[in-house]
């Protein structure tokens, strides 16, 4: 079975500094992927970043990174810079790489950037 | 390019009515779809998944169900809508394993 943990449930950080999301996860695979979402107050999940972990370097999207520790099983989310449109809650999820397309996700970290 | 769509948007009922959601998808064949619950503030719980045509995995026993009559479009339904059924359904697809999923705008259900 596949869990992921998101020990942080709220988090508060002023316009333009930088924060750091947790996750952790545990499976049994090999290989499977990651990814953080975003959902702002309007409910609509966004894609914010893909990890596979079989490529050691971690990805990128313009001011989101992540910090993929493989033998740790453990997958933070960098925001730098943060904007007050980074507000929203932020979901860590694992998929399988070898057993189907479900992915299993964490119960959330909610994000508040403060002017 | 993708687009997926659900409606309604809103949707209030009294106990006891029937429920029926919908999920269409443009612009992809055979994707994989998902129908999700969540509670306020809480993460999302997996209640139906579809790989193709007429084919549903249930994930938790409940009175909803799920149909896929069509390659692109995901129904959510009940007979007999209970207090505890209200939340926001969200609708997912992907094209399979390794691939991200992409979430409709949802529906907020509040049974009355």
């Known amino acids: 079975a596949q869990t992921v943990t998101q020990s942080q449930p709220e988090m508060s950080v002023q316009e333009a500094e930088t924060v750091t999301l947790s996750c952790t996860y545990d499976t049994s695979e090999s290989n499977y992927y990651l990814f953080w979402y975003k959902q702002p107050p309007s409910r609509q999940m966004i894609l914010v970043i893909r990890?596979?972990?079989?490529?050691?370097q971690n990805a990128t999207e313009n001011r989101f990174s992540v910090n993929f520790q493989k033998a740790a099983k453990s997958f933070s989310l960098k925001i730098s810079d943060s904007q007050l449109g980074d507000t929203a809650m932020y979901f860590c999820a694992l998929g399988p790489g070898t057993s189907g397309s479900r992915l299993t996700f964490g119960e959330g970290t909610q994000l508040t950037v403060n002017p | 390019s993708q687009t997926i769509h659900q409606w309604p948007a809103t949707l209030v009922q009294p106990v006891g009515s029937p429920l029926s959601l919908e999920c269409t998808v443009e612009g992809t064949s055979n994707p994989n779809l998902y129908w999700y619950r969540q509670a306020a503030g809480r993460g999302l719980q997996l209640l139906f998944y579809?790989?193709?045509?007429?084919?549903i995995s249930s994930e938790v026993p409940q009175n909803l169900s799920a149909s896929r009559p069509q390659d692109r479009q995901f129904i959510l339904s009940s007979k007999k809508l209970l207090l505890s059924d209200s939340g926001f359904y969200l609708c997912a697809w992907n094209l399979g394993q390794g691939y991200e999923q992409y979430f409709g705008p949802g529906t907020r259900l509040t049974v009355t």
């Open positions: 990890q596979e972990a079989y490529k050691q």
């Open positions: 579809s790989v193709g045509i007429g084919q």
